[in-house]
């Protein structure tokens, strides 16, 4: 990803909420989590280590994506559209204090 892509990240409040979302659908979707919540498993333990583990994987490989050339492309695709319109927009919060 470019500096320019960054930027954009940084100061514009709409593709953050859409990438938040996007971090979730990559990173949670179709994982271990959602293994889980589909079938109303209890939590035990190694059932927290394992969503957790899977999250950890999913999230590196969506960094991954992020920090090279793709991230431009995924940037650029951000401030076009919302990948996941149907779910709710992050809750404005203050995050510093």
């Known amino acids: 990803m470019d500096y320019n892509s960054w930027q954009e990240i940084q100061k514009n409040e709409v593709v953050r909420k859409r990438l938040a979302k996007r971090i979730v659908r990559e990173c949670f979707r179709d994982g271990e989590f959602e293994n889980i919540h589909a079938n109303a498993v209890?939590?035990?333990d190694d059932a927290v280590q394992a969503i957790m583990t899977d999250a950890v994987n999913r999230t590196h490989v969506f960094l991954s994506k992020l920090s090279n050339a793709m991230g431009d492309?995924?940037?650029?695709?951000?401030?076009?559209?919302?990948?996941?319109?149907?779910?709710d927009d992050p809750e404005d919060a203050n995050l510093f204090g």
Do not use: G, S
């Not at 492309?73 to 779910?87: F, N, S, T």
């Open 42 to 44: 209890e939590l035990d």
């Open 73 to 87: 492309l995924i940037v650029e695709r951000l401030k076009e559209q919302d990948d996941v319109p149907d779910w």
